[in-house]
């Protein structure tokens, strides 16, 4: 299998996952979660999907992540409706905060340059 046939599938599953999970029913669910990135197998029968929650409190993260979690069967059901494959991959799901440390490491440039500006005034 060629590897761009491969990123082509995975940016396609992206956006048939990203489609459903903001599709679903659940309020939990709403504006808090998003499909950053999906990898699949060499042979396409397993897909590697990255899943960040936007929530600032770790018991509501987990909430939202079990969910998802339990809705697996619906994701895995919407890639074999929407993407044509001999067999829809078995789906895992990977909690990303790749996002979220990207914003922690701008609050804290932001102090550090903050502190600094402070200290250099003071001289």
């Avoid at 990203?18 to 939990?28: C, F, I, Y």
């Avoid at 919407?78 to 996002?99: C, M, S, W, Y």
Wanted: aromatic content about 8%; glycine content about 4%.
């Amino acid at each position: 299998m060629g590897m761009y046939r491969r990123e082509m599938m995975e940016s396609e599953i992206m956006q048939v996952l990203s489609t459903a999970v903001r599709n679903m029913k659940d309020p939990r669910l709403e504006g808090i979660v998003s499909v950053t990135r999906v990898e699949l197998s060499k042979d396409l029968r397993y897909a590697k999907v990255y899943i960040s929650v936007f929530e600032n409190d770790e018991e509501k993260r987990k909430e939202v992540f079990n969910v998802i979690e339990k809705a697996k069967g619906y994701l895995k059901t919407q890639v074999a409706k929407n993407i044509r494959t001999f067999k829809a991959p078995e789906i895992t799901l990977i909690d990303d905060r790749g996002i979220e440390n990207a914003f922690e490491m701008e609050k804290l440039f932001k102090k550090i340059k903050k502190d600094e500006k402070r200290d250099s005034e003071s001289k």
